[in-house]
């Protein structure tokens, strides 16, 4: 009667608390997220917060079956009815304590740690199982991933202090002079997020081994496109497609520039055509930017 139908309540509300499921739709973000960062640091801090969130998502699942196991009438007594008996006071605890404690306890099957919730039938008991044995699977495997990405972060970070020390072991061994030593820093910290906003054709190794015609068409992709915004070439590309396909994939390359350094010098010889993709070029004609 009334109490069927306040425990149904109890649980509908309960079901509620699967709209925390939406954590998954925040992975599948950040899974978008880091196809388009290009720094490592970033991708792997990327990796750690999605497994969080992932663990986060799988414990607020177990918690809300627990709930519903222990607050079904299958056998008595249950989990839920000691935690209301030892709760105390006048009132009984709220929805809110309930699943906290409830995700409390499935956090506990997660890690080492223990907490006041036990199963109190056989139910419960053949819950507890399955969730420790597919806890074992699942957790193992997300602390590996976790243990892998902050790896990863911790070798970049002496990858990172290491050609630091490099170059301040070159410059005291060259006593070269403190402003100059200065730029020589400021370049290699510009050289490095150059480095990190766009990877080249050169830095993916397997692309040296693909067969020619297939790397021809990449080319063509990546290319030709961008040099058709010339007049010529786009006349080059109405009279002799062909002739430009080969232009695009023998003539043509991949260069990043950190923000401030010349690309050439006034005077230099002309041997190469460039084409700006991205930021801007600013020409001076005279040494001293100044003037």
Partial sequence: GYARISRSWRLIRVMRLFRLARIAKAVNILEELTDMIRSEVEQATITVVKLVLGITMINHLVACA????????????????????????????????????????????FTPASMEVVPRNKY???????VIILAMVIFSSFVSSITTAMTQLRAIKVKQAKLQEDLRK????????????????????????????RVHESDLIFLKFMPEPLRAQLHREIFSPRVTRHPFFLGLAVADRDGLDIICHTAMVELSLPAG???????????????????????????????
């Fill in 66 to 109: 627990w709930y519903a196991v222990g607050d079904s009438s299958l056998e008595a007594p249950t989990w839920v009815a000691a935690l209301v008996a030892s709760y105390g006071g006048q009132s009984e605890p709220d929805i809110a304590y309930r699943y906290l404690s409830a995700l409390h306890w499935s956090l506990t099957q």
């Fill in 124 to 130: 419960e008991r053949l819950f507890v199982i399955t």
């Fill in 170 to 197: 070159y410059i005291i061994g060259n006593k070269l002079p403190s402003e100059l030593a200065m730029q020589l820093h400021a370049y290699a910290r510009m050289h490095k997020g150059a480095k990190d906003s």
């Fill in 261 to 291: 350094e010349a690309l050439f010098n006034l005077g230099d010889a002309c041997f190469h055509m460039y084409f700006a993709l991205s930021g801007e070029l600013k020409y001076y004609l005279n040494a001293s930017k100044s003037s």
